[in-house]
């Protein structure tokens, strides 16, 4: 019987049939048939289902294993005793059915012969259990004869603690008892049909080992019986003493520790310094280097094992690769071809699905089933991330909302918003839960923007924000971004505080009395346009008689936008002014920008501009139809402001032109330079004095507004800046200096990256250099900037020169003298 799927042994049974899973390197169905053919079956029928064809091309016809095989398939599932009978054309005498994956070494031939000497019509195999509650139950008389029998008791129900093995010995006739083409079992329909009609049922009783392996837990326990040699199963390879095996061609370095009882199958090849404990069993051509360490862990065939892998009490699939001082803990499960990056820690329990990765440094607490990747950080660059309904599911949802207010007071609330999408929707409402069942208040805006939910944060008794909002860059993917109590994205040292109770599952839990409330809050929208319009001059806006060309992207932007414009009196050209999720996923930012340029040339208008989904960035089009680059945008607004705020403090990353630096001297302007990342930036944006401050991603801040990217007040303030200049955008942009800056990126691994920049500060000692973020080298004419990657196994290298070529070839001098270091 070789055609059960095997659910229960998933993630191993994903991509191969039961049967074929090795025990001690060889199928399990293997052993069965050395078993059948030790007690003189040389004739064997295989009934096969899934994944039939794995089956046949090992066993063929089964004359490399001295026997005949036939096989029988399933179309659909037909139940033990239906399978059988589908073989009926096979089986024209005396028939002993048995499972192709069962580990048992009972005496065969012995249940046979008392199958004869009782002349039955269907004889039984039976073993006492000290739990039979997962087996069926048999009562036999003194001559063996069965009196009653009950399927999967409950204790309750126990009776005896003889179990069936689904060993049976049968005549051609039992297929009388048997209908065709239906779902038929021996146990709940054949032989309660028996007894009734008073046919001579036996149960024999053996005494010999049986396992029926059904899960993980009884896989490993079968290993530790083979080695244990409980049960009298042949293991492949030259036995050394102390119950060592050792397979054909493997090596084994003097220096590498083994204590047996362990299993190293062919080709193996142990490196220097690694242990291996006892009830380790390794398949053929698995490498474990130096330093490795692997205690009662099962390892399939042509696994690699980096230096200083730590695997205990797991299950490694075929092909998989781990990475140096990878750990994988008790109870860890991983299917075939996986890959585990290096330093990553899979935690107890955990099962990986086939052909998964899970990324270096990773800490991998739940199962990845058709996750993408196991992420490193909880963070990312803008928040928690993945595939929606996959990698970030509502389980992890409200986990992650638990933390999250875990660290606020209890009583505190939060703002919440989401874009359109269904999967946001979902994710948070998850975090809603979430954030009450630890006892904290929701302020839930439903649909709206990120600026717009910034504002509501900043202006309420808010411990902070929550937003969902579908990736940028991927539709398929979603990002939760939390904001602190002044509306920013949290800072570094947050987040790894939600990460640590994350991980530790440490949450507050709330009493029936103290589960949070859920408000919807009226007219936010209203109170952001209002406070808006009092940070501008709105005579100036309205007496230059403005056209404006908008494509709303189909976003959320599209709420608040008409509300603004309402008040300033412009001519207003909308495109896309509603929202539509598949829209906006397929949005195309340049594209939309180009036709934006068409219909401002044609309209004769001002400006135009594209915002993003979100309604946080900004793409500029000025009144020649030209389309503004996101470092043109950042240098013409930066124009506009410092022609129109004496002595102004900005705040630009360590990344901005040179010629942004030049501007603010001139203008007798303070700059701040800051880190890469938006929270840093939003972060100095938020100190008193600052101006204005903007990213070379086309994200602008006017933090006397709101500290923190708002699409929606930028291209307010721009109409501002050009009624109170009385210019053109498009004076503003022709006269501005080109910028020439390059970008490389060198794939570094994660524990070379701190070496590279040690060495990239030593190399540029002689050369003035700044420290803001990552390395900044400055040249006469330029720079170049060094950074590690937060997180990919990335360096970035930028450079800025005289021209765009001199730009490329110091970014790629410096990208070479990286890959330098790294080899």
């Known amino acids: 019987m070789a055609g059960g799927e095997g659910t229960r042994l998933r993630p191993l049974t994903s991509n191969a049939p039961k049967p074929l899973l090795p025990l001690a390197n060889r199928p399990m169905m293997e052993h069965v048939i050395n078993l059948l053919k030790k007690h003189g079956f040389d004739d064997i029928v295989v009934t096969v289902a899934y994944r039939a064809n794995a089956i046949r091309t090992y066993f063929s016809d089964g004359s490399e294993f001295g026997v005949r095989i036939v096989y029988a398939a399933e179309e659909t599932p037909l139940g033990t005793a239906g399978s059988v009978r589908n073989a009926m054309a096979q089986l024209d005498d005396t028939f002993l059915v048995i499972s192709g994956d069962v580990v048992t070494d009972m005496d065969l031939g012995a249940i046979v012969e008392f199958h004869r000497d009782k002349a039955a019509l269907a004889t039984i195999g039976l073993k006492s259990m000290e739990n039979p509650l997962e087996f069926g139950i048999v009562i036999t008389r003194e001559d063996g004869s069965i009196e009653r029998f009950h399927e999967k008791p409950t204790w309750s129900q126990v009776f005896s603690d003889t179990i069936n093995t689904g060993v049976y010995v049968l005549e051609p006739q039992i297929f009388d008892f048997i209908e065709g083409g239906q779902s038929s079992d021996f146990s709940s329909d054949v032989f309660p049909a028996l007894l009734e009609a008073g046919k001579p049922l036996f149960g024999y009783v053996t005494d010999g080992y049986w396992e029926d392996v059904g899960t993980i837990e009884a896989y490993v326990r079968a290993h530790q019986d083979v080695l244990d040699e409980k049960v009298a199963l042949e293991i492949p390879g030259f036995r050394l003493g102390d119950g060592v095996w050792l397979g054909e061609g493997s090596e084994v370095h003097p220096a590498a520790k083994v204590q047996g009882p362990v299993v190293i199958g062919d080709y193996c090849h142990i490196e220097a310094n690694a242990h291996l404990r006892e009830y380790t069993v390794l398949g053929s051509n698995v490498r474990v280097s130096e330093d490795g360490f692997i205690h009662r862990a099962i390892v399939h065939d042509n696994a690699y094992l980096g230096p200083g892998v730590s695997l205990r009490g797991c299950v490694v699939g075929r092909s998989t690769d781990i990475r140096r001082a990878a750990q994988l803990e008790e109870g860890v499960v991983l299917g075939d071809e996986c890959f585990v990056g290096e330093h990553a820690v899979i935690n107890p329990g955990v099962k990986v699905y086939p052909f998964k990765t899970v990324e270096a440094g990773a800490i991998v607490n739940s199962s990845i089933v058709w996750e993408s990747r196991g992420a490193r950080n909880l963070f990312g660059r803008l928040g928690v991330s993945g595939l929606a309904n996959v990698d970030v599911t509502p389980e992890l949802a409200v986990r992650l909302a638990m933390a999250y207010a875990t660290t606020l007071k209890r009583g505190s609330t939060v703002t919440t918003s989401r874009d359109t999408s269904r999967a946001a929707r979902m994710l948070k409402r998850a975090l809603m839960v979430g954030l009450n069942a630890a006892g904290i ?281 050009l009624a109170a200049s009385g210019r053109r955008l498009s004076r503003v942009v022709s006269g501005l200096p080109r910028v020439h800056i390059a970008h490389e990126s060198v794939v570094t691994p994660w524990e070379k990256k701190g070496s590279v920049m040690r060495l990239v500060v030593e190399q540029t000692k002689d050369r003035e250099h700044e420290l803001v973020d990552g390395v900044k080298v400055l040249y006469e004419d330029g720079w170049a900037l060094v950074v590690p990657d937060p997180e990919e196994p990335l360096t970035h290298v930028w450079a800025e020169a005289a021209t765009d070529a001199d730009a490329k070839t110091r970014a790629q001098e410096h990208a070479r003298r990286i890959r330098q270091m790294i080899r």
């Open 441 to 721: 208040d929701v302020n839930d805006l439903e649909v709206a923007t990120i600026p717009l939910t910034r504002f509501h944060v900043r202006g309420e008794p808010s411990g902070g924000g929550v937003t969902v909002r579908l990736a940028s860059d991927d539709p398929q993917s979603v990002v939760i971004r939390f904001f602190d109590a002044a509306g920013i994205d949290l800072n570094e040292v947050a987040q790894r505080k939600i990460e640590r109770l994350f991980y530790r599952e440490d949450f507050r839990r709330a009493l029936a009395g103290e589960i949070g409330d859920i408000k919807f809050p009226a007219r936010t929208t209203e109170h952001y346009t209002s406070v808006l319009i009092d940070h501008i001059n709105v005579e100036d806006i309205q007496s230059a008689r403005l056209k404006v060309v908008l494509d709303y992207a189909f976003g959320a932007a599209s709420f608040v936008m008409p509300q603004v414009l309402a008040k300033l009196g412009a001519e207003v050209l909308a495109v896309n002014p509603y929202a539509n999720t598949r829209q906006a996923m397929a949005f195309d930012r340049w594209r939309h920008a180009s036709e934006v340029a068409d219909l401002v040339r044609a309209a004769g208008a001002h400006v135009g501009a594209v915002f993003d989904s979100d309604g946080e960035h900004l793409t500029l089009v000025d009144d020649s139809g030209h389309v503004l680059s996101d470092d043109e945008a950042l240098l013409a607004l930066l124009e506009l402001v410092l022609g129109t705020t004496d002595k102004a403090t900005v705040a630009l990353p360590v990344s901005s032109s040179r010629v942004a630096a030049a501007m603010c001297r001139a203008a007798g302007a303070t700059l701040i330079q800051t880190k890469l990342s938006t929270p840093h930036l939003m972060e100095v944006a938020s100190m008193a004095g600052v101006d204005f401050a903007a990213s070379q991603e086309g994200g602008f801040i006017f933090p006397s507004f709101l500290p923190a990217y708002d699409g929606v007040a930028t291209f307010v303030k721009t109409l501002g800046l």
